[in-house]
């Protein structure tokens, strides 16, 4: 594997699920990131982990829970969401404050 | 807030012409700026990153930084259809060890052939 992988690709999920989003950066990098894209909207960084540590938590409401166990993966856990967090769901990693590179996103709809 | 603008278009542009995409922003202090590009339904690829004033070029593409105007621009050269995406203009402030990187809404470019 090679880049920044996330799976799943796509996920269908009730109000009343937890899932689990996952993301592997294969590239060294020391920093991790969420971003949520909805349609028509700019791109919302949600979270941001450096060295497994959050440095950057953008106001997301809790139904949304990071995990970073180490500098190369990073999970989003989600449990009771709502229709409206149905997006695009990009994981992304950079080295320092270097450019971020994207995993291929993962595509939530809550039903 | 810190804010990145861009316009949305569409920006219809024909083959072979220059595709000229623009993007404003308000922190003064950013130091670092990006452009990608977003085919539907795929994620963000990067495709130029510049951090000085002036003018810098790789390939069919220019990325041009004005930090007094607050300013970035994308030229590509004889566009191809292939071009044809969603361009998203990217700026962070580079002092942080991790990047806090605000994107605008991008600008979507046609190429017609």
């Known amino acids: 594997e090679t880049g920044v992988t996330q799976t799943p690709r796509h996920l269908v999920m009730g109000m009343t699920n937890k899932k689990s989003l996952k993301c592997e950066q294969h590239?060294?990098?020391?920093?991790m990131y969420w971003y949520k894209q909805s349609a028509k909207k700019p791109l919302e960084l949600m979270f941001v982990y450096n060295f497994k540590e959050q440095t950057e938590n953008n106001s997301v409401p809790s139904r949304f829970s990071p995990e970073c166990p180490n500098s190369s993966h990073l999970f989003l856990h989600l449990h009771t969401l709502q229709p409206e967090d149905s997006a695009l769901y990009l994981c992304?990693?950079?080295?320092?404050?270097?450019?971020?590179?994207f995993g291929p996103g993962t595509r939530l709809t809550v039903l | 807030q810190k804010e990145v603008e861009q316009n949305s278009g569409p920006l219809s542009v024909p083959e072979g012409a220059i595709a000229s995409l623009n993007c404003t922003y308000s922190d003064r202090g950013s130091q670092s700026f990006f452009w990608y590009r977003q085919y539907s339904g795929k994620s963000p690829e990067l495709i130029m990153f510049?951090?000085?004033?002036g003018d810098k070029e790789d390939g069919r593409f220019t990325a041009q930084l004005n930090k007094a105007s607050q300013y970035v621009s994308l030229l590509i050269r004889d566009s191809q259809p292939s071009d044809s995406a969603t361009y998203l203009c990217?700026?962070?402030?580079?002092?942080?060890?991790?990047?806090?990187?605000?994107f605008g809404s991008g600008t979507r470019l046609s190429i017609r052939p």
């Open positions: 510049i951090y000085s004033n």
């Open positions: 990217a700026v962070n402030d580079g002092y942080s060890s991790a990047s806090k990187i605000i």
């Open positions: 992304a990693s950079s080295q320092g404050a270097g450019e971020p590179f």
């Open positions: 590239l060294g990098h020391n920093a």
